[in-house]
């Protein structure tokens, strides 16, 4: 599969380590050149130094058919728009948006945005072990 | 109407100061700003038509009754906030028109296909008003020069505020020493007479001689 990561965070890195070491074709794009120092020494995948909203940047990349972007900076509504855009613009295979505020991920899937929702996906973690261990006592 | 602002930057303040004071209108504002040292800077001024909070979450934008705002005006500093904003607006509380403003004018034509209503370019406006300001005459451009300089070949693009739009060539007093030789409307190309009326977005093609050429510029 080919991949591009927007965002190379705490999250896009480990993201990109694993499909990279998995054998997919990963791209992962950040502003910040520092960033990529969060990439494992065998990341075999293309760096890009750029903005994920501004379109020449990402076009090299999405011109070329790709199964996956995730659109994954700290910033929210960076995410949605860098979705929408890519959509509209490019077309590749799939879109995800990561984006923290649990509401804001809910709508969006109203417009069509596949959204993932780290919060949400704590709180469901956390009321798990609430369950477990209240079956435990 | 009760008019939503998000943003309390310059163009934000500046909006909801001047929907507020217009007195002939009975215009209810209020003002949303996440920066808590800017509310309270601006709260002396503007009392309980600021709030602070995040504009483009959910519960902002309701706390600040977006469901009975006949407008909300997205003027923050960040596009992708801006869009968002105004989205949800859109899906969530469906009455009020929105309006972003848009940073990047490469912006705006994404802003329209996502459901923003109206938007507003800055940039865009200054370059609307600075070729509104160009005359067509000083936009004349040497093609071909002949005879050692004596005779020119110009081309003139026109635009709405070029004098000779909407007139017929025969209602024209072209100076001595020029002529019309071809008028290129699209990817028609005319050859001109009498009769031929100027469009604004004509191409003009212009035989002159180089003491008529200040003369048809003013013409143009």
């Known amino acids: 599969m080919r991949v591009m990561i927007i965002g190379c965070g705490r999250v896009g890195s480990v993201l990109a380590n694993q499909l990279d070491e998995a054998g997919h074709e990963v791209v992962v794009l950040d502003r910040n050149q520092q960033a990529f120092r969060r990439l494992s020494e065998k990341f075999s995948g293309e760096r890009i130094v750029g903005n994920g909203l501004v379109d020449e940047f990402v076009r090299p990349t999405l011109e070329k058919k790709t199964d996956i972007l995730f659109a994954m900076t700290d910033n929210d509504n960076i995410n949605l728009m860098i979705a929408q855009k890519v959509k509209l613009n490019f077309h590749p295979g799939e879109v995800i948006a990561v984006v923290h505020d649990s509401i804001l991920a809910g709508l969006y899937k109203e417009l069509g945005v596949e959204t993932v929702c780290p919060t949400d996906l704590v709180i469901k973690d956390l009321l798990q072990r609430l369950q477990i261990s209240k079956e435990s006592v | ?220």
């Open chain 2, 1 to 220: 109407m009760y008019i939503i602002v998000v943003g309390a930057g310059k163009v934000g303040y500046h909006l909801a100061r001047l929907l507020m004071t217009e007195s002939h209108h009975d215009h209810e504002v209020m003002l949303i700003e996440k920066d808590r040292a800017k509310v309270n800077l601006l709260s002396v001024e503007f009392h309980d038509a600021i709030m602070e909070g995040d504009g483009s979450t959910v519960e902002a934008l309701k706390e600040a009754g977006a469901n009975r705002a006949d407008v909300v005006v997205a003027t923050t500093g960040n596009d992708e906030d801006n869009l968002v904003i105004c989205q949800i607006v859109k899906l969530m509380f469906l009455r009020p028109r929105t309006i972003a403003r848009v940073n990047n004018p490469r912006n705006e034509e994404l802003f329209a296909g996502l459901g923003v209503d109206a938007s507003v370019s800055g940039t865009k406006l200054i370059n609307a008003i600075i070729h509104e300001q160009v005359r067509a005459g000083d936009m004349m451009i040497p093609l071909l020069t002949l005879k050692a300089g004596d005779i020119e070949i110009v081309e003139v693009q026109l635009t709405r505020s070029s004098h000779i739009v909407r007139k017929k060539i025969k209602d024209l007093t072209l100076p001595t020493g020029s002529i019309f030789i071809a008028v290129i409307r699209g990817e028609e190309v005319i050859i001109p007479y009498g009769e031929t009326e100027f469009q604004p977005e004509d191409k003009v093609l212009a035989l002159v001689k180089r003491e008529s050429e200040q003369a048809l510029r003013e013409l143009l």
